[in-house]
């Protein structure tokens, strides 16, 4: 094997191309020593890990042995630590899916279609912490993958994507089924290269899990062309690959350390702003020793439910378009807002110049590229959330011994007072159809916070997050920056694959079940027994609830007739039953109860059930879009008075 920086030299002469990586790892190089880790123990890795030198450690040296491109890549992709792959097979991929068949080591998951291959090792990802594993044909099967990787991108969600490409030699003379990757997913993936050389194909695996799995966790995408899967040549594994200008920080300066700590000790005000960094890292540990050291109010996003508790005294729910009152108050209330693993996007923010106009920012992230990036921070702090908290917590502590714990009293009592004004609750409904609330609810409520779930996008993703109970991390997947419809089913699958000892519940939309439902069928022939529920209110909800709210109730064309009349088209009872699954019908709140019980009593296979409920009901509270987080409305026409409330 030739040495590393050889290899990366014949790569760039062997055609390999590459995207630089988003993670701001150009800028934290400057600042930063070097960073490594094992790619085999990678998989089991939540978030970076320290080491003295660039040099990515492996757990052994594969001496060289000859064997095919195609044999080389399953060979990496096992010694990278994989155990799962979620594919479709095709053309240009297809000499590598023959050493698979020999695999005693991968299980190949044979997915109906490639988005859906992506989803799944989103899913699977989120819940084990391990990169998910994505393999695909060229062409339209690489151009279908790329709706997962910018989900998987925005997320922060540990990816890697291996897709075929066409003979070397036909690579841009529009051969059949050629797609230029690279340059496709280039701004929608941390990395990305393309393989012509056999010999390149270990490295590029190798760096591939290594990238993914560190720093800012993100997709990695490997495009080989099938004229290398076909040549022979001598594979190794490599005892250390040289990453040069990838080194994320990890560390965080102490000074920074120092200067939040004393401004969190200090504050009257205080609130930690909890981001899906938290779950990136898997850093929750440390985030509950802060939380209960500091006293102050914590507000999770949509990507960081579950990383505390709901039933933590100081937790106030998830703050944003969506969130609780409590939540969207306590921010634009705050003195000092501490955000943790957080990007302060719009959803959260509103109109972001009267975003919490009066706080003082501490920002914590190990991608230095999102500090500063949409609001002016006073204390940025660049590492790894897992530093973060080791480092704060004692350095809290020392500064309570210096002034004091501060008096947060009048602080909680104007949280609980908006707490006890505006719980989160509904109305219910007065159509006959059932309310969409009580139904995600009481899911919840029976299953338990010990399950999975994982919700599509829309208005049942929002009344998932403020009703079902989120008790521990890694138990709600959702699409969260891409707001990607058809990502419940195929998560779930995935999540289902990496946790198949816990219950997944995927709540849907009869919107974004039509989208992806056929990966029901890859779940009943590969024994993933998911479930899934479908919140049918007919219509595409939240498209129409701006209708109702915005555009005088003109609902052009969000109308789905699934539901609300006597045609069901489609019938999801017997499109379920047709897929190898059990299908379920419930229209009736009496039944409700007794027809979850049934579902979860079922676990030789998925199980659909059709849940109708009202198309009039709305999610609440509601931040419209573009306008401050003060004018937050609890219910339509329900707004808190902030200066009687203050």
Same mark, same amino acid.
């Given at each position: 094997m030739a040495k590393a920086t050889e290899a990366s030299a014949a790569a760039a002469t062997s055609g390999a191309a590459t995207s630089a990586a988003t993670s701001g790892a150009a800028t934290s190089a400057a600042t930063s020593g070097a960073v490594a880790s094992s790619v085999a123990a990678a998989p089991a890795m939540s978030g970076a890990a320290k080491a003295p030198s660039a040099k990515v450690s492996q757990p052994s040296v594969v001496p060289p042995t000859e064997m095919t491109g195609a044999q080389a890549l399953i060979r990496s992709l096992e010694l990278a630590g994989a155990t799962d792959i979620f594919g479709l097979p095709g053309g240009a991929i297809l000499p590598a899916y023959d050493p698979l068949f020999d695999s005693t080591i991968l299980r190949h998951?044979?997915?109906?279609?490639?988005?859906?291959?992506?989803?799944?090792?989103?899913?699977?990802?989120?819940?084990?912490?391990?990169?998910?594993?994505?393999?695909?044909?060229?062409?339209?099967g690489a151009t279908n993958l790329v709706t997962a990787i910018a989900d998987a991108n925005m997320d922060s969600i540990p990816m890697v994507c291996v897709t075929g490409q066409v003979a070397a030699v036909h690579i841009g003379t529009d051969a059949f089924q050629e797609a230029d990757m690279v340059g496709i997913t280039q701004p929608i993936t941390k990395h990305n290269e393309l393989v012509t050389d056999p010999s390149q194909i270990a490295r590029a695996i190798g760096e591939a899990f290594h990238i993914a799995t560190t720093g800012r966790p993100g997709p990695v995408l490997v495009d080989i062309a099938k004229s290398a899967l076909a040549a022979r040549t001598m594979f190794s594994w490599p005892a250390a690959f040289d990453l040069r200008g990838y080194h994320p920080v990890v560390s965080p300066h102490a000074k920074s350390i120092q200067e939040a700590a004393r401004l969190l000790a200090t504050a009257k005000r205080p609130v930690l702003y909890v981001g899906g960094g938290v779950i990136r890292s898997g850093a929750w540990a440390g985030l509950?020793?802060?939380?209960?050291?500091?006293?102050?109010?914590?507000?999770?996003?949509?990507?960081?439910?579950?990383?505390?508790?709901d039933s933590h005294p100081q937790h106030l729910g998830m703050p944003g378009m969506h969130g609780t009152v409590p939540a969207v108050a306590a921010l634009q209330k705050a003195d000092l807002i501490l955000a943790l693993g957080a990007r302060f996007d719009d959803r959260v923010t509103g109109k972001l110049e009267s975003f919490a106009p009066n706080a003082t920012i501490v920002h914590a992230d190990i991608d230095p590229a999102e500090i500063g990036k949409n609001r002016i921070v006073d204390v940025p702090i660049v590492g790894d959330l897992k530093d973060v908290f080791a480092e704060f917590v004692p350095a809290?502590?020392?500064?309570?011994?210096?002034?004091?714990?501060?008096?947060?009293?009048?602080?909680?009592?104007?949280?609980?007072?908006?707490?006890?004004t505006f719980?989160?609750?509904?109305?219910?409904?007065?159509?006959?159809?059932? &309310?969409?609330?009580?139904?995600?609810?009481?899911?919840?409520?029976?299953? !338990?916070?010990? +399950?999975?779930?994982? @919700?599509? =996008? %829309?208005?049942?993703?929002?009344?998932?997050?403020?009703?079902?109970?989120?008790?521990?991390?890694? &138990?709600?997947?959702?699409?969260?920056?891409?707001?990607?419809?058809?990502? !419940?089913?195929? +998560?779930?699958?995935? @999540?289902? =694959? %990496?946790?198949?000892?816990?219950?997944?519940?995927?709540?849907?939309?009869?919107?974004?079940?039509?989208?992806?439902?056929?990966e029901l069928t890859t779940c009943a022939l590969n024994d993933i027994p998911i479930?899934?529920?479908?919140?049918?209110?007919?219509?595409?909800g939240m498209v129409r609830q701006w209708q109702t709210l915005f555009y005088n109730s003109r609902y052009s064309n969000t109308d789905l007739h699934t539901g609300h009349d006597t045609r069901r088209i489609p019938d999801f009872a017997k499109l379920a039953e047709a897929m190898g699954c059990v299908g379920l019908r419930c229209d009736k709140e009496a039944d409700v109860d007794a027809t979850i019980k049934k579902a979860n009593e079922i676990n030789d296979q998925p199980v659909v059930v059709d849940f109708t409920v009202s198309r009039d009901a709305m999610v609440w509270p509601m931040v419209a879009a573009g306008v401050s987080n003060d004018e937050v409305q609890y219910a339509r026409g329900v707004a808190p008075s902030w200066d009687r409330e203050d």
């Open positions: 998951i044979l997915v109906r279609h490639e988005q859906g291959a992506g989803h799944a090792a989103s899913g699977y990802a989120h819940v084990t912490g391990r990169a998910g594993v994505a393999l695909v044909t060229s062409g339209p509950r020793k802060l939380v209960d050291a500091s006293g102050a109010a914590v507000v999770t996003t949509l990507m960081a439910r579950g990383a505390l508790p809290l502590a020392e500064e309570h011994r210096k002034h004091g714990k501060p008096d947060l009293e009048a602080w909680w009592r104007q949280l609980d007072k908006w707490r006890e719980p989160l609750g509904y109305t219910r409904t007065e159509d006959g159809h059932l &309310s969409p609330q009580h139904v995600i609810q009481r899911i919840g409520q029976i299953t !338990g916070p010990e +399950a999975v779930y994982a @919700a599509g =996008v %829309g208005q049942h993703q929002m009344w998932a997050s403020q009703f079902l109970p989120l008790e521990r991390p890694r &138990s709600f997947l959702t699409s969260g920056g891409l707001g990607t419809m058809g990502y !419940g089913v195929p +998560a779930g699958m995935g @999540a289902k =694959v %990496g946790a198949p000892d816990r219950t997944v519940w995927v709540i849907d939309g009869d919107g974004c079940f039509q989208m992806t439902n056929q479930k899934v529920a479908v919140i049918n209110n007919s219509s595409l």
